[in-house]
């Protein structure tokens, strides 16, 4: 398996703090697992890669999340955040945190968070392309 699609710890740490998750090195070894038997049946395409590579820094993944979820559902980075929320809602403690964490002010900040992603998405994108282009030239 290419070292590229595995969920290092480095990008685990920014998933559970982007869902506001416990860690837990077992469930990223589940991930793991999961991914390396994902990845024998299904192909990466191009969009899957351009994705990949742009997860750099934390902010990343909010645009990330925002054009999974609406654009390409069936991405192979969808398919990473949608594995990391599962196999922590199926873990007790996390899943009480979520529960605990849930409140209207939490629910508030997160609409404020998407009306900014939503509006500042298209400069994201453009500049995560003009990025890629420049490392192809060099």
């Not at 994902?38 to 395409?45: A, E, G």
């Not at 191009?46 to 559902?73: G, M, Q, V, W």
Request: charged content about 20%; glycine content about 0%; some cysteine.
């Amino acid at each position: 398996m290419n070292k590229v699609f595995t969920i290092t710890v480095t990008e685990y740490s920014k998933y559970v703090k982007y869902f506001s998750l416990i860690a837990n090195s077992q469930l990223l070894e589940i991930a793991n697992f999961k991914i390396k038997n994902y990845l024998k049946d299904n192909s990466i395409s191009n969009i899957d890669l351009f994705l990949e590579n742009s997860n750099c820094y934390y902010y990343d993944i909010f645009y990330l999340d925002f054009f999974s979820k609406f654009f390409f559902k069936k991405s192979f980075i969808r398919f990473k955040l949608n594995l990391i929320v599962a196999l922590h809602e199926s873990d007790y403690e996390n899943f009480n945190n979520m529960i605990n964490n849930s409140t209207v002010t939490k629910i508030l900040l997160d609409i404020l968070k998407f009306a900014l992603i939503f509006i500042t998405s298209p400069l994201w994108l453009i500049y995560k392309l003009l990025k890629s282009k420049i490392k192809e030239i060099k």
